[in-house]
């Protein structure tokens, strides 16, 4: 394959071409394939971008019919029928009947746009600073969202500018179990000496991807709402790789039957792998003035369009979420057995997540390149998340088929007995 000229002008900051150093040319649902013709099992899905997986067909026509008209593509804020149809398909399709009435912001077309609209809003509509974030938590690498992402990797490569901002709280189970961390976060609401300026809001993913596929216990979540409902602080729920069907609901936080002051979406919102976000605000708290935040790729008519379809094809009914819910079982027995075989080499190993969002916690980032390294060799994309790469993690598309999700499995599983033999 040629990847000279690739090697030698793309900065060295790349990451997934390292891991994956072929050159991929075509791609359709859970399959990619490269230059050289060789088909892989994607277990990676565009880091939660694809969940209706590659080249998806009832969405790429959506958007092929759009541009043989010659409508809309860039809008900045315009109003445009793309952008009214969108709007139609989220109220209709996935508001309404979830009892939800929110105001949408399109601040960019990245997850890190969102998260920064969504924490500079809060600080304006309350007055104050302080935003409580988590432990693992990764919200983006520009320097607000920075300041509420955990991750020193992320966090000292600005080079020695400081991130402000942000006041780092233990996630569910950082303590250990049979420790519930929202005591902690309680009990330094309360007291006036406890160090901590009562935030402006709460930051927060039900499900932490990056941060190594660590599950907020339903409880716990429906708890950390009701601290923020009795201090007058706004729940921003980070649903950017957790939401869009990932955990098996539409939104991740539905499980816990919780309603954030703020929500933030992007990775698969459009359905096709176009970049789009926003963000969900209840309506008395849009309290921007015009032009206050802004960009100008906030209004893609592309992924308006491709947004809309995915939402009327996969959302109408609840057959999607079924759907992932019989395939998140299919992973996590597999997985259990992968931990288990490796807990029997003396490897700790543990398997957890939610919906089709899970991981292997195997304790070393060594070992788990080790395994991904094999499975790529194998014919599987599948990636490692967590502070050291501890954790091999499956984020395959939704609509991965039964046979193509058995075959990565099957992949996975040999490629853990070759990289440990």
Not at 31 to 55: M, P, Q, S, V
Not at 333 to 348: H, T, Y
Not at 367 to 385: M, P, Y
Request: aromatic share 8%; with cysteine; hydrophobic share 40%.
């Amino acid at each position: 394959m040629q990847t000279q000229l690739l090697e030698r002008m793309e900065s060295e900051v790349r990451t997934y071409s390292r891991s994956f150093p072929v050159v991929f040319t075509k791609a359709q649902n859970a399959r990619l394939t490269d230059e050289a013709d060789r088909e892989y099992i994607d277990f990676l899905a565009g880091a939660g971008t694809l969940n209706y997986g590659h080249n998806n067909p009832h969405i790429k026509q959506a958007l092929l019919d759009y541009l043989a008209e010659d409508n809309i593509i860039h809008g900045l804020d315009f109003w445009t029928a793309a952008k009214r149809d969108y709007l139609e398909a989220l109220e209709e399709v996935i508001l309404k009947p979830r009892g939800l009435d929110y105001k949408v912001q399109f601040p960019g077309p990245t997850g890190t746009n969102a998260v920064e609209a969504a924490i500079r809003l809060a600080r304006n509509a309350k007055g104050r600073h302080n935003i409580v974030t988590f432990t693992n938590g990764f919200h983006g690498v520009t320097m607000g969202a920075l300041a509420t992402t955990g991750n020193r990797k992320f966090r000292e490569a600005t080079g020695g500018v400081p991130t402000v901002g942000g006041s780092f709280m233990p996630f569910d189970g950082y303590l250990g179990e049979g420790a519930d961390t929202l005591d902690y976060f309680e009990k330094l609401l309360g007291d006036k000496s406890g160090g901590l300026d009562i935030p402006a809001a709460v930051i927060v993913e039900t499900v932490q991807g990056e941060g190594g596929i660590n599950v907020a216990g339903l409880d716990w979540l429906k708890r950390l709402e009701g601290i923020c409902h009795a201090h007058d602080i706004l729940l921003i729920v980070d649903d950017i790789q957790a939401g869009c069907g990932r955990t098996g609901k539409f939104f991740s936080f539905e499980h816990a039957d919780v309603v954030p002051d703020i929500v933030t979406n992007s990775k698969s919102l459009s359905g096709l792998g176009l970049p789009f976000s926003q963000v969900l605000v209840r309506p008395e708290l849009d309290v921007w003035k015009p032009g206050q935040y802004n960009g100008t790729f906030r209004g893609f008519a592309l992924a308006f369009t491709t947004a809309a379809a995915a939402l009327r094809q996969y959302w109408s009914d609840d057959g999607l979420a079924q759907d992932v819910a019989r395939k998140g079982e299919v992973v996590a027995e597999r997985f259990q057995k992968i931990a288990r075989m490796l807990r029997e080499l003396g490897i700790e190993a543990s398997e957890r997540g939610r919906g089709l969002m899970r991981g292997i916690d195997v304790g070393s980032g060594e070992i788990a390149d080790k395994i991904t390294h094999q499975a790529f060799e194998n014919g599987l994309v599948i990636e490692t998340s967590g502070q050291d790469g501890e954790v091999v993690k499956c984020l395959c598309p939704l609509t991965i088929t039964d046979e193509e999700l058995k075959k990565g499995l099957d992949i996975l599983e040999t490629s853990t007995k070759q990289a440990l033999s």
